[in-house]
């Protein structure tokens, strides 16, 4: 048997490589998984940038030299996943949008579609120390919209679809955004004929496709040309039998409701201090009782509501580029009759694998460590999402 011997120096490049994964233990607190289970009392270690224990507290002995975290009276959960955005273009102000994303805890964001310049797959391809990651929908495909933004492509036939699918499919998108909508009658829309070309192309080329949809009628079209995700819910009127059972056949279909402004009084004092005070009392000011936007908003809470006692996979999406809209999203979902812990799953796990990222969404051995201390019980009140103590992207603490 033969003996390897170290050298001085040897040893010493082993015990530097070692002591740079540095480690955390987050120590007796509530551990939200983001897959439905809530652990109470427990402590998390976190070597570099994974999670390598989740138990109880009492059975976890901190590493000698280990930064300690305590949670006591205090909620860890994983970090939210956006999955439906429209980020900036240019790259300050798209590394701006994922900075600010971190800071209110989201770890991951999709841009759905209007993303026509270099500066958004140039990001994509690097992950930077607290900044959010970004995936791409490339350029999205629409009927000719004249008047409206020429980002995405116009197509008028099949042929035309299917080299829009080429061509994004070159750039390696993540996913093919598509509009079925003809905004109140003003535009023409795709059509059975030329959203199933579209489907159709994307599926050769291994990628799926999301619908941005107004109409049950366009929803039911989608479904039966093998659509795999709708971008909004069903808007006009509430979804039927038909519906329910197309759904029902397609059990890897996803959902992102995006649901609307809900049209009631709401408190936004919570943004004080995270935003600048000007906008706060801009959106404050705008959050009144409007009984016609509550209602178009009740008609796709009932639909959201409908589809998750059905057990369609849903996400959470907030469409626009605004960075703490998840946490009025998520509140919106309760609201529509989803439980806190169903909406955490959806803005966690259920995002991280609608988005495709490797080992996150949950608190669990391997995991990367994209985690939210948070001061407060979200399972009990979701708006305690909001009460944000601490963020962490990959094992670092994101500045805030």
């Known amino acids: 048997m033969k003996r390897i011997l170290l050298s001085i120096s040897a040893i010493a490049a082993l015990t530097a490589i070692v002591s740079a994964q540095s480690v955390t233990v987050f120590e007796g607190g509530r551990v939200v998984v983001g897959d439905g289970q809530v652990i109470d009392n427990a402590s998390v270690v976190v070597t570099g940038d994974r999670i390598t224990q989740v138990a109880p507290a009492a059975s976890i002995k901190a590493p000698a030299g280990a930064t300690r975290v305590s949670l006591s009276g205090k909620t860890l959960m ?18 701006n949008d994922l900075k ?5 805890g989201v770890s991951a964001a999709l841009s759905m579609g209007l993303d026509g310049t270099d500066a958004p797959f ?6 930077t120390p607290g900044l959010a990651r970004l995936f791409l929908a490339g350029r999205g495909i629409t009927a000719p919209e004249k ?13 035309e679809g299917r080299k829009a699918v080429q061509e994004n499919a070159a750039k390696n998108v993540d996913i093919i955004k598509i509009w079925v909508d003809d905004r109140d009658g003003k535009f023409p829309k795709l059509t059975p004929p030329l959203y199933s070309a579209v489907i159709d192309e994307a599926h050769r080329n291994k ?47 996803v959902l992102i409701p995006n649901m609307p402004d809900r049209g009631v009084v709401a408190d936004y004092s919570w943004l004080k201090g995270h935003i600048p005070d000007g906008e706060v009392q801009k959106i404050q000011a705008a959050a009144t009782d409007r009984p016609q936007v509550a209602a178009t908003w009740a008609i796709q809470a009932r639909n959201l509501k409908r589809m998750s006692d059905a057990g369609v996979k849903i996400t959470v999406g907030t469409d626009g580029n605004t960075p703490w809209a998840p946490h009025v999203e ?3 979902m309760v609201a529509a009759g989803m439980t806190p812990a169903q909406v955490i799953v959806s803005a966690t796990r259920n995002g991280a694998e609608f988005l495709r990222i490797a080992n996150t969404g949950t608190i669990a051995n391997g995991m990367i460590a994209d985690l939210i201390v948070l001061d ?12 944000i103590n601490a963020v962490y992207l990959r094992g670092a603490a994101v500045p805030r």
């Open 147 to 159: 008047g409206r933004t020429e980002v995405p492509f116009w197509i008028t036939t099949p042929e």
């Open 330 to 332: 998520m509140a919106d």
């Open 207 to 253: 990628l799926r496709v999301t619908a941005h949809i107004f109409s049950l009628e366009d929803a039911r079209g989608l479904l039966k040309a093998g659509v795999d995700s709708f971008a909004h819910g069903i808007r006009d009127r509430d979804m039927d039998d038909e519906a329910a059972a197309l759904l029902k056949a397609r059990p890897n279909f």
């Open 376 to 387: 407060a019980n979200p399972i009990e009140n979701i708006t305690n999402t909001r009460k």
């Open 100 to 104: 600010q994303r971190a800071h209110f």
């Open 122 to 127: 140039a990001r994509r391809a690097t992950t």
């Open 78 to 95: 994983p970090a939210i996943v956006d999955t439906h955005v429209h980020t900036s273009t240019t790259a300050p102000e798209l590394e």
